[in-house]
């Protein structure tokens, strides 16, 4: 099993910063894919940014160069470093976990922490 803890999240404003951190626990591996995602009102939850099993990283159109993703294998720990942020960045950001097991993925998902972005 995997359990993930998210923090960081809070009131900024506009053009202001924030850094997420993601606690895992667990079966949680340094080739582990991991991600962030977020859901804001109304709309799907989408990716952010995303880490796979090669330390490779992705992100969505809409927060490149303002947003960066890294982990800390040695505290299983991932976060998100926001900058520039503006109000639509304004959403639950969750953090993700996958794990190839039975021949299929598997999806694991924190709590969740709220960013609202606002002057």
């Known amino acids: 099993q995997v359990q993930l803890v998210e923090s960081g999240g809070g009131l900024v404003q506009p053009g202001g910063s924030l850094r997420l951190s993601c606690a895992a626990s667990?079966?949680?591996?340094?080739?582990?894919?991991m991600g962030w995602y977020r859901q804001a009102p109304g709309k799907q939850r989408e990716l952010v940014a995303a880490?796979?099993?090669?330390?490779?990283?992705n992100y969505a159109d809409s927060v490149k160069g303002r947003f960066t993703i890294s982990r800390d294998n040695a505290k299983n720990g991932v976060f998100l470093q926001m900058n520039s942020l503006k109000a639509e960045d304004t959403a639950v950001y969750y953090c993700?976990?996958?794990?190839?097991?039975?021949?299929?993925?598997?999806?694991?998902w924190g709590q969740g922490t709220q960013v609202t972005v606002s002057s």
């Open positions: 667990g079966s949680i591996f340094s080739t582990t894919p």
């Open positions: 993700n976990a996958r794990r190839f097991q039975n021949f299929k993925w598997d999806d694991y």
């Open positions: 880490i796979n099993s090669g330390g490779g990283t």
